[in-house]
């Protein structure tokens, strides 16, 4: 057994599949002065027990991009490491028993095309084709992924760490890591053998994840649910039929009643996600036992009755099987169901990869992500939906996270709806006119814990989580969204937006250090200005405003769920010994958006200010005697103002100027509002239009680089860009959608070939037009240019809008 060396670069605390995938990664990128430590032996946490599923179907991108990498990375490792195992690559087949599925999978089917996956979608008739064995009532159609399969999950782990073994990395079992401290700058990891200094550690403790997080003073947003699947005796028919086929049965799953069933050898493996689950260790009454290593929880059969029937139904043949064994045992759920890879949020050269739901499928990819991490300081991918730092200190609370765990695992298989807001552990964060804006009718919608309004119903109308179950343009809400924005338009809206992210950086020096920053040119006094922070690939990390109080003083405003990601960013680049502070102040302040050609005539009615002052300037005010910051802008592209304020000063502002608003028909609108609003101008939204994935010039945002600095983050690169060319180009789309309008990452297509993709889209009440937002190939991206939009698996006319926006081109509404 390896000794424990009394140096590392990295140490890895876990060795299930997901840590020692990261290991391997480290070895790969020739980072091989690393060690794992495993408390126990490999595999013993949550991998040995796993089904070993492998899907690459996935509604996202990233998360996508991630489990293909590991299916391309399996079929390849045993021969690589030589270390054979069983990978078997059967397909599956997905079950759809309602049109939105099949929408769901046509959109998905497109996106694995994109990343150079073939992916069917069947009519029931053509299901049996892959699997004979099936009855097809009340299906609508299937999806076939021939990528899929399974893996055994002890073999994967092992063939990894052979692989970073032979490249000169250590792994150290039966180690538990104790604790940990800092000292001179470096990490100092305590065990049961002794003590391993080290640069990085890296949390991949899986289930154990939140008691390592602790060592670190890091609370870790998870919680445990426990997992069953059934294993049945040999099936003859089965056997005979593989004996005859040559092959295994592609892996079922029938998703909308929320199971798969795999052939494991000549019998079958039933795996359900109940939605009577149960969460473990989630209180104080019941806490994790010291060791649960090679442990199971009990067999609890009743919760898996309903399921089993179904399955039986569905496959007959199931029902000549007894049952041999029942697996049910310890998986980690983060409130969104994603794990979480990357920096870990407030402690230096610290990572996590941890919480993984389905850490065998996304062990691969996880591992090339986390050694990215650690190695480059970035991804190739954009990883915002495994960032750590996507949930901010609420997220942690225990009852949210187990509320957020049993609702996600019950719906682990749910099509996520653009209207839909999931109801479990809500009203963490509210305004304090909540209850106010919840009498006008607000339906609310969680951004980053805090509650704002996504529309405001009507008398009658229909507010059930039913109506919205569609990615159909319709329902109550349309004609609701449609008001708010003509409200906007016409007279003025106004939308109170408690969270958004707000930093104070003051200091000698601060303006000189944010100019080697941001792209762009720092505001003066008074002013403020859209921001863009780049990296050093050029590549668009964030989006600010910029508002500048002082020569060095500034408030820097960002959208509620950047708060932490964009706090570390500008703390990680302060240089030392700097007289420049940096504060999150963000619970401080709120703000509310008055905008609309009226907005001028209603705050002049309620406050002293100059409301003369030009577009993009702001100033000190009072409204029923609360000081403000007036901030002459609008996101929805029309006259107006935005009115931050001190949160206790909230409900007063907002009386006041709701009272002087209603003569001028005043109306309150929503975030689904402000989308739309947004889209008519182009105006870009975070981790969508603008992310990783593109650089600054390839968003169209060169208007904000200022090349004549002397320098800036991303510079070389951005020049080095402008002088090839960019390969892509952002551009707005006008879509011909009846019913339906794009969303994020539909392909765009020309005489027959993928051309692009789309970053967002949404339907424009001014200019009653679909638009989407998205990059295209450059020498497409000019203004006329006709291409298609797959969206849902139909294709639509689309054309190129000339530069800038489609509504107020000009910006004299804006400027008004
Ligand atoms: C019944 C069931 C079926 C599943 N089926 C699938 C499937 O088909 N496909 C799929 O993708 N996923 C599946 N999963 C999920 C999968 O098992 C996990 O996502 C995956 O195993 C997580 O791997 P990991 O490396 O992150 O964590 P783990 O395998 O839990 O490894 C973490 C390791 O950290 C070690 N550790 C903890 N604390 C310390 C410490 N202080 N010091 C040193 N070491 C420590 C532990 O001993 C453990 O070995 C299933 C889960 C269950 C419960």
Known sequence: MAELPSTARVVIIGGGAVGVSSLYHLSRAGWTDCVLLERNELTSGSTWHAAGNVPTFSASWSVMNMQRYSAEL???????????????????????????????????????????????????????????????????????????????????????????????????????????????????????????????????????????????????????????????????????????????????????????????????????????????????????????????????????????????????????????KVINGPIPYAPDGNPLIGPMPGVPNAFEACVFTFGIAQAGGAGKVLAEWVTEGATEWDMWSCDPRRFTAFAAEPDYCVAKGLEVYGHEYAIHFPRHSWPAGRNRKLSPIHDRIAAMGGQFGAYNGWERANWFAGPGDDVSEDSTQTFRRDGAWLKRIREECHAVRDAAGILDLPGFSRFRVEGNGARQWLSTLITGAVPRPGRIGLAYFADDKGRIVTEMSVMALGEDFFFLITAAVAEWHDFEWLTKHLPEDTEIAIKNVTDAFSCQILTGPKSREILAAVSDADLTLPWLSHQSCQIAGKWLQLVRVSFAGELGWELHSHVGDTADIFAAVWSAGEPHGLKPFGMFALDSLRLEKGYRAWKGDLSTDYTVLQGGLERFVKWDKPAFKGKAALENERQQGSAKRFVTLVVDSPDYDAPYMSTLWKDGAVVGETTSGGFGHRIDRSIALGMLRSELAVPGTGVEVEIFGERYPAVVQPDGPIWDPSNERLRG
């Open 74 to 324: 399996y079929r390849g490792l045993g021969a690589a490491v030589d270390y054979p195992m069983n990978y078997h690559v059967t397909g599956s087949v997905r079950l759809a028993h309602t049109s939105e599925r099949m929408q769901e999978f046509e959109r998905v089917r497109g996106m694995g095309r994109y990343q150079g996956m073939a992916i069917d979608v069947l009519p029931p008739d053509d299901i049996r084709r892959h699997y004979p064995f099936i009855e097809l009532h009340d299906l609508k159609g299937a999806l076939y992924d021939p990528n899929d399969g399974d893996i055994d999950p002890a073999q994967l782990t092992q063939a990894l760490a052979k692989g970073a073994r032979d490249m000169g990395a250590a792994i150290v079992r039966f180690c538990p890591v104790t604790g940990v401290r800092r000292e001179g700058g470096e990490w100092v990891v305590e065990t049961a053998k002794g003590e391993i200094r080290c640069e990085y550690v890296v949390n991949a403790a899986g289930y154990r994840a939140a008691e390592v997080g602790r060592m670190f003073g890091r609370t870790v947003p998870m919680m445990v649910m426990s997992h069953q699947y059934i294993l049945f005796d040999e099936i003859p028919e089965l056997a005979a039929w593989t004996t005859e086929s040559g092959h295994k049965l592609p892996l079922l799953r029938d998703v909308d009643v929320s199971y798969y069933l795999r052939q494991e050898k000549n019998g079958m493996n039933l795996g359900p996600y109940e939605r009577n689950c149960r969460a473990h260790w989630a209180s104080p009454d019941d806490p994790m036992p010291e060791d649960f290593s090679f442990q199971l929880f009990p067999d609890d059969l009743e919760r898996l009755e309903h399921y089993l029937e179904d399955a039986v139904r569905r496959v007959p043949l199931l029902g000549t099987a007894g049952l041999s």
